[in-house]
């Protein structure tokens, strides 16, 4: 499971409702996890390049990972209370991630809100201090 | 994932989690090969699948996790809870209720 695997599984995750406190602690094991495996293989004598394959091949794929996180939905029901995890910036790339369109909308939606609400209080005060 | 396990083993890994968690603490990739160890190989878990395991027990009180730094990197090590071990109990005599219905029906002469 290399590099992109683990922004696949942590999109799938958010996607899915999974809380992103419990997204954070599921990849920092994993990565540990992985850490840990590429160690074995070097010792057994792999080159480096074959200890991350063999590592990687040993935890599993992200896809086989998810479906056993979505088949326990006692982890999606509870939000917060995972160990804390240190503030890692996967929440809104990979958010962005899963569904980019809808981040666009919304962000757009709320610029021209702001931008709508800015004017009419503009208008307002200007009323006011012109006294109409 | 070097072997995988059939779907009658549902429930086993639980077991086998628990168990070796009522002897000591440990880390999910120690914990994976404890399993290995204690089974000779019989039972291989898959190494990334043991997690969402691990999370949900801990979410239904049966384990407690914590951090601990460990050459300066930073392992999440599980330990059973009294309701772990009333689940281990249970699942315990669960499993031997079963397998001793299993043993005794393999050990049936074969009706023809």
């Not at chain 1, 999974?18 to 094991?29: M, T």
């Not at chain 2, 083993?9 to 440990?26: C, D, F, K, N, T």
Request: glycine fraction near 10%.
């Amino acid at each position: 499971m290399p590099e992109p695997a683990l922004e696949r599984l942590a999109a799938g995750l958010l996607a899915r409702g999974l809380p992103q406190d419990y997204a954070q602690r599921l990849l920092a094991e994993l990565e540990d996890h992985f850490i840990d495996l590429e160690q074995e293989h070097r010792l057994a004598g792999c080159s480096p390049q074959a200890a991350a394959t063999g590592a990687w091949r040993t935890l599993g794929t992200d896809d086989v990972i998810l479906a056993q996180v979505l088949a326990r939905p006692e982890l999606s029901r509870h939000h917060g209370g995972w160990l804390g995890e240190p503030s890692r910036p996967i929440a809104l790339p990979t958010a962005a991630y899963a569904d980019g369109h809808a981040i666009a909308r919304w962000g757009a939606s709320i610029s021209l809100g702001g931008v709508l609400t800015a004017s009419m209080l503009l208008l307002l005060a200007s009323m006011i201090a012109s006294g109409v | 994932m070097a072997k995988s396990n059939p779907p009658f083993m549902s429930g086993v890994p639980e077991l086998l989690i628990l168990r070796l968690l009522a002897r000591q603490e440990m880390y999910g990739y120690e914990l994976v090969k404890a399993v290995r160890l204690v089974t000779c190989d019989a039972i291989v878990l898959g190494e990334g699948v043991i997690y969402p395991v691990l999370h949900s027990l801990e979410r239904n009180g049966a384990l407690a996790a914590k951090r601990k730094p460990v050459n300066g990197r930073t392992r999440v090590y599980y330990g059973l809870t009294p309701t772990g071990r009333q689940r281990l109990d249970r699942l315990s005599d669960e499993w031997d209720r079963v397998s001793s219905g299993v043993n005794a029906a393999l050990g049936e002469p074969a009706h023809a």
